[in-house]
């Protein structure tokens, strides 16, 4: 149908993880959510809201399959080990057949890191991460900024 109507149909075929300009790891597969962070207003009474607020902002991005490249663990590992002293990386979603990035998720730290072992498959190490915010970087993806953040920067 894409053809027929004349668009363009974008696939963010690869993620990777970006700290200080170079890819350190790349997932085999990426799930981000926005939140708002959505507080209902009440009014004496009323079991309905009158209005929502919007107090908070979060991102929080879950990879699977996490491939780190040869010197990406050492890299990121700078400074120790431990969870709470991860350096924070971007994390860009981009489309391998032309390289066009299509968004990136900011200032990302790790909230969680695992290893899933399975019979006859290979190790998967999975991340769950929380950013700053995400940039639409107009990559095919409707470009300007999603999110709270100011424009859109070149990685």
Not at 128 to 137: C, E, F, V
Request: net charge negative; hydrophobic share 35%.
């Amino acid at each position: 149908m894409a053809a027929i109507n004349e668009q363009i149909t974008r696939h963010a075929n690869r993620c990777r993880l970006v700290l200080d300009g170079e890819t350190i790891a790349e997932g085999l597969n990426m799930t981000v959510q926005e939140s708002g962070g959505t507080q209902g207003i009440y009014t004496v009474g009323s079991e309905y809201p009158h209005e929502h607020v919007h107090n908070q902002y979060s991102v929080q991005v879950t990879i699977g399959a996490l491939w780190w490249k040869e010197n990406g663990l050492a890299r990121l590992s700078a400074g120790g080990g431990e969870l709470v002293q991860l350096p924070p990386v971007d994390i860009e979603a981009y489309d391998e057949s032309d390289g066009a990035t299509l968004w990136v998720v900011r200032t990302c730290t790790f909230a969680t890191r695992g290893v899933t072992v399975s019979a006859n498959q290979p190790l998967q190490r999975n991340v769950q991460l929380m950013g700053i915010r995400m940039d639409d970087l107009g990559g095919g993806g409707g470009g300007g900024t999603i999110g709270a953040g100011g424009p859109a920067q070149a990685v």
